[in-house]
């Protein structure tokens, strides 16, 4: 990179040019005779000296000065000798770009010896003090590709909830998006393409047609045509490219059918990954067809990436409810000793879509259990029904959620029930369906532990019900001897303790306590302390897509699948999936825009548990 300065020009160092404000230095202001920024030669070198009581501050607008006043023109790294060059020590993370500290109370630029330039610098207010750290290279400390990036998943829900991290500030300003694909486009097209998806938050506006010019310019296509090999050897010489040689951090969104994971995995493993940063790739469920061949797509994973690297994304974990589950009991003294077989009676998981949402390609051959319930219901149940982690570090959680769901007793066909829905207006089943593939799935699981010894887990959920529903009920038992009992009528099960924890219709939080009614006379009622997302907070919630991605630039992996996680679910369902096969296990029809199956509610009922129907 350089800088020209009217007719002179020197050349810099990249080691002597730092701008971090440290700690303490802000705290402490130092007092110096001088006001204003001035030069000296020390033993051939340039040493600009800040005055003032505002040292760090001063060098936060002169950075800011240098980026907007002066004329940048980035070099290749051999540059002319009448041309000054300013490069910055910087150590690029996924996020953000961390200069290097500011030791003393002068930033040295180097010059040859016997060179001396004198410069006018503006004054403070001139500087824009209020100026976010920005990378001066304009290298990318950030590479992001989306491979099958002409896809609807791509088009419809990765891109925009990338430029949502960009417009929102949680990806660096120069980072690189990277969208690879068979189609023959250029950049222009596939910037055309996603445009129109692209939108900022309701909530702040701001420079928002500006925002998605500059994201825009910084994304770019690589056609990588029928072989795999060669196109990630285009895409890494693409990137290298655009990151010129910077230390940068790789992420490699797979948005592709299944039958093209192993392939795509092999290619970039061996052709697209960077020496210079961390690399890490994103996989789309499901995780398998079953038991087996998910543990041979583990095995071949694990022979290209380490598991560190590997984030097995599921978008409906990315929620604020599942986000919420471990902050709610572990931060809240009044749940975290209610939490066993002690007080707790039962747990229902509840994930029901309605008639606007349709079963995607491939839902025909793998149905609700590998789509739904092996990794976010499972999950759901683990995060919930774990132990206290040692720390908030995504392998300790992931410690305590494997723990769990190895713990889970196998399934049993009496505790299941399937059902398929019934085309609309006909009798027949849906033709995209086939065979035995459910479209809805309750069961009762139970968990082999100490803590939740003999405490049903319902789990209710399925496509094309009544109404599109997310939520967590948490029933605690009847209170011993309840003295109360005779004002609470025949119906004690509504006179239960109940803990709601609702994602959909709308988020909230709901305690169901028992109350007097007020006026004469006893009378007790069920009601609900309730906590409405939409009335406590005034503010848009980003889509769970965001949420994952910002996770995986951050490196935190607890809402991400490992790979014993993986094969601990698969044990779990597996007896059911045999018996599917085998058609041993019946598969009720539904009516589409109904409650399902009705064998639902006589499972419930056989375990003691009544079924809530709001």
Not at 469 to 496: K, L, S, T, W
């Amino acid at each position: 990179m350089s800088v020209s300065f009217s007719s002179t020009s020197l050349p810099f160092s990249e080691s002597s040019f730092a701008f971090q404000r440290q700690p303490h230095l802000c705290s402490n202001p130092l007092t110096v005779a001088s006001n204003n920024f001035h030069s000296v030669t020390c033993g051939g070198r340039l040493a600009l000296n800040v005055g003032g009581t505002g040292l760090c501050r001063r060098f936060r607008g002169f950075k800011l000065w240098v980026l907007e006043r002066l004329n940048f023109q980035f070099q290749s790294p051999k540059q002319p000798k009448n041309r000054i060059r300013i490069e910055n020590n910087l150590e690029n993370s996924g996020l953000s770009n961390e200069k290097g500290p500011v030791s003393d109370s002068s930033s040295i630029l180097h010059a040859p010896d016997g060179m001396v330039t004198s410069m006018e610098y503006p004054s403070l207010l001139q500087t824009g003090l209020s100026a976010t750290p920005m990378d001066v290279s304009g290298k990318p400390s950030l590479c992001i590709s989306v491979i099958g990036a002409t896809g609807e998943l791509a088009k419809s829900k990765i891109f925009p909830a990338l430029f949502a991290l960009y417009y929102s500030g949680f990806l660096p300003e120069n980072v690189g998006i990277f969208g690879y694909s068979r189609k023959d486009i250029t950049d222009e097209d596939l910037r055309s393409i996603i445009a129109s998806t692209l939108t900022c938050r309701v909530d702040h506006q701001e420079n928002c047609a500006d925002k998605l010019d500059a994201f825009l310019r910084r994304t770019y296509h690589i056609n990588g045509g029928c072989d795999n090999k060669y196109g990630m050897s285009m895409l890494n010489a693409r990137m290298e490219q655009i990151e010129g040689g910077s230390k940068t951090n790789r992420i490699f969104y797979l948005s592709v059918p299944q039958e093209a994971v192993l392939d795509v995995t092999a290619c970039l493993s061996s052709s697209a990954q960077t020496q210079k940063g961390w690399n890490r790739i994103i996989f789309e469920k499901p995780f398998g067809f079953d038991a087996l061949s998910s543990y041979r797509m583990t095995q071949y994973l694990l022979s290209n990436f380490e598991e560190k690297q590997i984030y097995r994304i599921d978008h409906l974990l990315g929620r604020n409810l599942i986000e919420n589950l471990t902050v709610l009991r572990f931060s809240n003294l009044v749940f975290e000793p209610l939490w066993s077989r002690t007080y707790i009676d039962n747990v229902q998981v509840i994930l029901s879509e309605d008639l606007t949402k349709h079963p995607g390609r491939y839902f025909s051959g793998y149905g609700i259990i590998r789509d739904i319930v092996h990794s976010h219901i499972l999950q759901t149940i683990a995060l919930l029904a774990m132990e206290p982690p040692v720390s908030l570090d995504g392998e300790d959680i992931r410690n305590e959620k494997v723990k769990v769901l190895r713990s889970i007793r196998k399934l049993e066909p009496k505790d299941v029930i399937l059902g398929q829905y019934r085309a609309s207006g006909g009798a027949k089943v849906d033709t995209c369906l086939n065979g035995l593939t459910p479209t809805y799935f309750a069961a009762a699981l139970y968990i082999d532990n100490a803590r939740w010894d003999g405490v049903p887990f319902f789990i209710k959920t399925g496509l094309g019900l009544i109404k599109h529903q997310m939520e967590i009920r948490i029933q605690f038992r009847n209170v011993p001897g309840n003295v109360y009992r005779e004002c609470m009528g025949h119906n004690m099960d509504r006179a239960v303790n109940e803990l709601i924890l609702r994602d959909v219709p709308d988020e909230a939080i709901l305690v169901r306590v028992n109350n007097k009614v007020p006026g004469l006379g006893l009378q007790l009622d069920s009601s609900e302390l309730n906590l409405l997302y939409k009335d406590k907070y005034n503010m848009e919630v980003p889509d769970s897509y965001e949420q994952l991605l910002l996770d995986v630039i951050d490196g935190d992996n607890h809402l991400f699948m490992r790979s014993d996680e993986l094969e601990a679910a698969w044990n779990i369902l597996t007896p059911i999936l045999n018996e599917i096969d085998k058609e041993n296990i019946s598969v009720e029809l539904y009516e589409m825009g109904g409650r399902g199956p009705v064998g639902a509610y006589y499972l419930w009922a056989k375990h003691g548990v009544r079924w809530v129907e709001d």
